[in-house]
């Protein structure tokens, strides 16, 4: 009798090892699957070489999801977009269509690993005199909740500085136009910039925050 219940004992716990490592294997398969999507215009560490993709790998896990939710209820603008690194006769997509049948576990799992990469800043140029003139206003309308000029990731209000110009420059005219909501906390300062003003803040953040007044 002792026998049998140590043989089934053992029996018990190969099939709890089995299902744990094949549960597990099959939580790194969907995290490939969904890195490997997302890789088709953002790059495998969400490093993004082209100025129209935001770079997104070293965001916060908050902002990240914040983000990809804003897309999936589609309070988000979705423009459409060319998939960079793959044939090209894919065609377009957009953001809200991708986060469409994202579940709130897919965009968790997406987050954290974003998260857990480093951000690489844009190598572009920019105006000197516009990047001291955009220090000014990063100062006074911006530090706030873009702290260190733009660089921290834990303010979950996305990393500003070093982020491509071109894409920037995209979201700011979406706020312009109201294409794209602003926070509350935002209106106000960002509704009394003026186009010349919005420039200079994006040659500062492509200076990545480092210029100067």
Known sequence: MKRQKSTAYLLMSVVALWSLTAASSIQAADIDELVNSCSQCH???GASDDPNMPIIGGNSVAYIVSSM?????????CPEIEFIHLDKTLGTTDMCRIS?????????KL??????K?????????????????????????EKCHSQG??????????????????????????????RKLAKKMEPKF???????????????????????
């Open 43 to 45: 790059q495998r560490d």
């Open 100 to 108: 469409r049948d994202l579940s709130e576990q897919d965009i968790e």
């Open 191 to 213: 509704n009394k910039l003026d186009k010349t003003e919005i420039e200079a803040l994006l040659n500062f953040y492509a200076s990545e925050g480092m210029i100067r007044y």
């Open 150 to 179: 733009g660089n921290n990731p834990d303010d979950d209000a996305g990393i500003l500085a070093g982020q491509w110009k071109p894409y920037l420059k995209q979201q700011f005219f979406a706020f312009y136009s109201e294409k």
């Open 69 to 77: 939710t804003a897309y999936k209820k589609k309070e988000r603008s």
């Open 118 to 142: 480093r951000f690489r800043r844009a190598n572009q140029d920019f105006k000197l005199g516009l990047a001291r003139k955009g220090a000014l206003i990063h100062e006074r309308d911006c």
């Open 111 to 116: 987050a954290q690993y974003y998260a857990s």
